[in-house]
């Protein structure tokens, strides 16, 4: 079955709001709805998604989500952390960002948000090109065909923006909601972003989320995402992040399992001297599902990669991760390093961990490996017999496997709040 080729209701929305765009951004939008009819939905055939195929039936059938929604009452109650840390708040409900927030944050200096259809020419011809060189699958297709409401956000040459942009991705009612960003740093700047995923309990709703960072010469982004619903719902997401020369980036995510639950990150070294960090920890109950799918190129030389990602998938759940780190044949003096440890708590539990490293230069050192285990019955009896009880016991060594990775995001009430959120989830208490 094609991709939303049997759906009305989305083809007849495909023009809105674009009348008004610039040439470019509706090209875009014309190129990827001609592609649409011809796109599939993944089958045990396609690699990417022979373990989880099954995941996205029904997805074909949802319309989009209904533009008419508050974001207040999720808002508020999902906040957590925002106040801690004078995030300044960009929420998205149901794909739209709130125009009052597009105001405020363009009071801030050195920060610039437009919707796609109020760029110049110029810059919605960069966009354009972006997107053609870069969008690829299924999903990003579909974004880039039905996001006719995208934002671009510029961060000014040299600016450190103090506080972190948290962008709320509300998801209400039943449908489909697909926000796209587009993030460019000019060279010299400084940025934190922390996207949130938070929706309501209506079944039948999804995700197809898409954003992008093009990292300017001596800039650096500390990007944090996070999936902390644990509901059954299906999430889709693409991160891109290309890096110019000595650009830095500091990736940390926390995810929890969904009926469909998904995150392709995609890291472009391109420039000399560019170098990322990526964090991660997943984690799965029930019979819920995530996919991590990570990809970073090396095109440039003396550029440094280090992964880190950690999962935990209980009961009768399922986590993959595919991790690829590719070398161009330009990309002498490279260090890459990938590392991927995974703990199963149930019989049931399922991980499929993919590791790989692919070569093309002469004069490069890198290390990828991965492991899968269980909890260590003689670490339990040896907490146990310090007093602890078998649940704590239990507990302690759970939360200590993923506890490093937490710990080391730099905001720390950030960090707290993963690890109370993890605490709560990893009890072995009925």
């Known amino acids: 079955m094609t991709l939303f080729s049997e759906f009305s209701s989305v083809q007849a929305g495909l023009n809105t709001g674009l009348e008004s765009a610039p040439e470019a951004i509706q090209q875009m939008h ?19 998604w022979k373990y989880s ?14 533009s008419n929604q508050s974001s207040t009452s999720i808002t508020d109650a999902t906040t957590r952390y925002a106040e801690d840390i004078q995030a300044l708040v960009l929420p998205f409900t149901n794909g739209l960002l709130c125009p009052q927030a597009i105001t ?7 920060i610039k948000i437009q919707r796609f259809n109020e760029v110049n020419e110029s810059l919605a011809a960069e966009i354009l090109a972006h997107a053609q060189k870069n969008d690829r699958g299924e999903f990003e297709t579909l974004n880039r065909s039905l996001s006719n409401h995208a934002i ?33 740093q000019e060279s010299g700047s400084e940025l934190q972003v922390i996207e949130d995923f938070i929706s309501d309990d209506a079944n039948n709703s999804a995700w197809v989320s898409h954003t992008d960072f093009v ?24 991160t891109r992040c ?18 469909l639950g998904r995150h392709d990150f995609h890291v472009l070294l391109t420039e000399p001297g560019a170098n990322c960090d990526l964090n991660g920890v997943c984690v799965t109950r029930n019979k819920e599902h995530f996919d991590n799918h990570t990809n970073i190129e090396h095109i440039a030389p003396n550029c440094t990669s280090n992964e880190n990602y950690r999962c935990i998938a209980d009961d009768a759940s399922q ?36 590791p790989e490293l692919e070569i093309y230069a002469d004069d490069v050192k890198c290390a990828h490996g991965t492991t899968i285990g269980q909890l260590n019955e003689k670490e339990v009896y040896y907490l146990k017999t310090r007093g602890l009880s078998d ?14 990775i937490v710990r080391s995001a730099p905001i720390t009430e950030l960090a707290d709040a993963w690890e109370s959120c993890l605490a709560d989830i990893l009890s072995f208490r009925d």
């Open 104 to 110: 405020k944050a363009n009071e801030r200096d050195g």
């Open 215 to 238: 990292i300017g010469a001596n800039a650096r982004l500390t990007y944090y995402r996070m999936n902390l619903n644990g509901k059954q719902q299906a999430l889709a997401g693409t």
């Open 391 to 404: 649940d704590q016991a239990r507990q302690m060594l759970t939360l200590g496997f993923v506890l490093e």
């Open 242 to 259: 290309i890096l110019k020369r000595d650009a830095a980036l500091e990736s940390h995510s926390l995810c929890l399992g969904a009926d």
């Open 30 to 48: 014309r190129e990827a709805r001609a592609l649409l009819p011809s796109v599939a939905m993944p089958t045990r055939r396609t690699e990417s």
């Open 319 to 354: 986590i993959v991760f595919n991790g690829r780190i590719h070398i161009h044949r330009d990309a002498q003096k490279t260090l890459g390093s990938m590392s991927n440890k995974n703990l199963i708590l149930s019989s049931q539990a399922e991980i499929d961990a993919k």
């Open 152 to 184: 671009l956000i510029t961060i000014t040459k040299n600016v450190k923006v103090e506080t972190p942009l948290l962008l709320q991705y509300i998801q209400q009612g039943e449908g489909l909601s697909l926000p796209r960003v587009f993030v460019q």
């Open 53 to 66: 195929f099954r995941r996205t039936a029904g997805l074909e059938t949802l319309g989009l989500a209904s």
